[in-house]
């Protein structure tokens, strides 16, 4: 087929897959290699110990978060390097997320004007999203299997195709994320309904080994520790009570937000992060109420609200979690810009106004990815700055599994995870307590920092511009 032929959708889907990628090139340039925070170097560590089950045969241990995205960060990362894999697993599902919320509202609304449009500015350019897919975490992967569950589900409803890829791709989800669940649940259960009314069970045993496949590495790395998930103290303390609160004392910390779950909980209908038109979709959906009684636009719905009424109960808050459902919203809300759209002045303007929402949206994002952009950047300079100190041991807290990912060698000691009262003379402390002292007052890395300050005379040896600081203890007091 020449290229003169190819349909418009092409050149949309491959506008959509490809914008992530230029940001992300853009930004491996100015040195941003997507490692942020706790979390991206847990995966990373996680990863490197599967590839050395694979090379040596040693256990990684059992891990507390699923397991799909390190092990296809582990696996791609013998070709691409594990740090490079695990960001570029995060662009990839992010890109193709974004292609396939563009085909499911083709689908939905196949004769619909501004489908691309739309998907460019509020999905391409969603300021959390974006962030989602380029950062080393397991964030948009979840959210790439959840968006083909639902493409395919819907395209099965409606024009009657396999039911297998709903299983199998619920479950990549479920094996990336397991809040994964309280969105995918209704569509498995309507699922099977159809199964049995349609008589498809030779699809249901497709779909039953699929899933077992994709749950191996699940199986393998977690034999020891199963149902270690239901466990999670987040999940201990879900209580509704939960809905009407705005502070929360945990393993944590103590941390205070703005406002109460149930509200923050919502973000997804009108936060800026997200969609900076959602208030005025969201009033032209209710005004419009009778669309919500279509076969998809229920569902859509029902699945969005048990998520978001799942979310509203545990004692925390992170936009991050929030955005596994927001391709939902996106097509739920779809309709409601197509009637926006209708407005004849809005029409005549639509070129400009669409640029201008899109470079809204870049300073959006330029807001959120600001923190996270600078973080990574701190911590490549606090690894270069404790460099020349290597071999010794190293207290520390939040940021000692980035020096650890980051190659440098210490024997590390977290200051969270126990207390500590004999150290010895040379021993490095890497810590920022103006940081920590209100959120960690009265736990494991205030009290440990206290009683060293206490104790033992310490000297500084270097200061990031940022507030941390590499002690050295001297001697006891």
Request: hydrophobic share 50%.
């Amino acid at each position: 087929m020449k290229l003169s032929k190819l349909p418009p959708f092409f050149y949309q889907n491959l506008t959509v897959f490809f914008i992530p990628f230029l940001l992300l090139f853009v930004l491996r340039i100015v040195g941003f290699d997507g490692l942020y925070g706790q979390d991206s170097y847990e995966y990373l560590r996680y990863s490197n110990a599967i590839q050395n089950y694979v090379t040596e045969n040693v256990h990684p241990g059992n891990y507390f978060w699923p397991v799909l995205y390190p092990t296809l960060g582990s696996l791609f990362g013998f070709i691409f390097g594990t740090s490079l894999t695990l960001q570029l697993l995060s662009c990839v599902s992010f890109s193709v997320a974004c292609v396939y919320i563009l085909k499911t509202i083709r689908l939905l609304y196949p004769t619909a004007p501004f489908r691309f449009f739309y998907v460019l500015i509020f999905a391409v350019f969603c300021p959390f999203l974006l962030k989602m897919g380029l950062i080393v975490m397991s964030d948009a992967l979840a959210m790439v299997f959840v968006v083909l569950s639902f493409y395919f589900f819907f395209k099965s409803y409606y024009k009657n195709t396999s039911f297998a890829p709903i299983f199998i791709f619920a479950t990549c989800a479920l094996m990336t994320r397991y809040a994964s669940i309280f969105i995918t649940f209704p569509i498995i259960l309507y699922t099977l309904y159809l199964v049995w009314k349609r008589k498809k069970i030779q699809q249901l045993a497709v779909a039953t080994l699929g899933s077992i496949i994709i749950a191996i590495p699940f199986l393998i790395f977690q034999w020891g520790a199963l149902f270690e998930a239901t466990s999670n103290p987040f999940l201990e303390n879900w209580s509704v009570g939960n809905y009407f609160k705005s502070s929360f004392t945990t393993q944590d910390g103590t941390t205070s937000y703005t406002f109460p779950n149930l509200i923050y909980a919502l973000y997804v209908f009108f936060h800026p992060g997200f969609i900076f038109l959602g208030s005025i979709l969201s009033l032209i959906t209710l005004k419009n109420h009778k669309s919500l009684f279509s076969f998809h636009q229920k569902t859509l719905l029902i699945c969005s609200t048990l998520y978001i009424l799942f979310l509203a109960g545990i004692p925390f808050q992170n936009p991050r979690i929030l955005g596994l459902v927001f391709p939902l919203i996106l097509i739920l809300m779809f309709p409601a810009f197509g009637k926006l759209m209708e407005f004849k002045y809005i029409k005549q303007i639509f070129i400009p106004v669409g640029i201008f929402f899109i470079a809204l949206q870049i300073f959006f994002f330029s807001m959120t990815f600001k923190l996270i952009f600078e973080r990574t950047i701190i911590e490549k300079e606090l690894a270069s700055m404790i460099k020349p100190y290597e071999g010794e041991t190293l207290y520390s807290f939040d940021v000692d599994l980035a020096m650890q990912g980051r190659g440098l060698d210490f024997d590390y000691k977290n200051m969270f995870l126990e207390r500590y009262e004999k150290f010895q003379a040379n021993d490095l402390i890497l810590f920022d307590a103006a940081r920590y002292q209100t959120q960690w007052k009265d736990k494991n890395p205030m009290l440990n920092w206290e009683f060293i300050e206490q104790n033992y005379q310490l000297k500084v040896l270097e200061t990031h511009s940022k507030g941390w600081k590499l002690y050295q203890i001297e001697a006891k007091k």
